[in-house]
């Protein structure tokens, strides 16, 4: 019996020793799932923003009327997810053609939204200060826009 109460002295203070080695690789993990977590949620609301602003575009009736509508759609669909951009830009590339487009023949609105989401915040070594983040969507103009 002295041989098992030699080993269990031997092997105090070893889950200590362990959790201290194991601290910061689950703090470092821990951190990544939340910085992961953050990034896709963001992209989410990105998307949702290029989608509320293609709308907003394709429904207008004039191109100043759709460049306003689709940047007040994505800024608005952005602050109602609660993602502060650090700017958010808004690109609706080739407008003018597609409301040259004559009535009734088909068109599509594009827009392409950008936002660069702050990460620093978690402080995390190795993590990077911002990403930014892109999203398009296309939305159908409406043919009879006019009438």
């Known amino acids: ?29 821990a951190s ?21 602003a293609a709308r907003q575009a394709s ?6 009327q759709a460049m ?3 940047r007040s759609g994505a800024l608005n669909e952005l602050t109602a997810q609660g993602l502060k951009c650090d700017p958010a830009s808004v690109f ?10 004559p009535l009734g023949l088909p068109a599509t609105i594009t827009v392409t939204v950008t936002c660069k989401v702050r990460l620093s915040d978690l402080l995390m070594p190795g993590l990077p200060g911002t990403k930014v983040l892109t999203a398009s969507f296309s939305s159908p103009l409406d ?5």
């Open 92 to 101: 609706l590339p080739d407008i003018q053609s597609k409301f040259a487009t």
């Open 143 to 147: 043919l009879y826009r006019g009438r």
């Open 68 to 70: 306003a509508q689709a």
């Open 32 to 52: 990544l799932v939340i910085a992961a977590g953050r990034t896709s949620l963001a992209q989410n609301s990105v998307f949702a923003a290029a989608r509320d």
């Open 1 to 29: 019996m002295p041989d098992v109460a030699a080993r269990a002295d031997r092997s105090a203070g070893n889950a200590a020793l362990e959790l201290i080695v194991l601290a910061p690789a689950l703090l470092l993990l």
């Open 59 to 64: 429904i207008s009736r004039t191109v100043q």
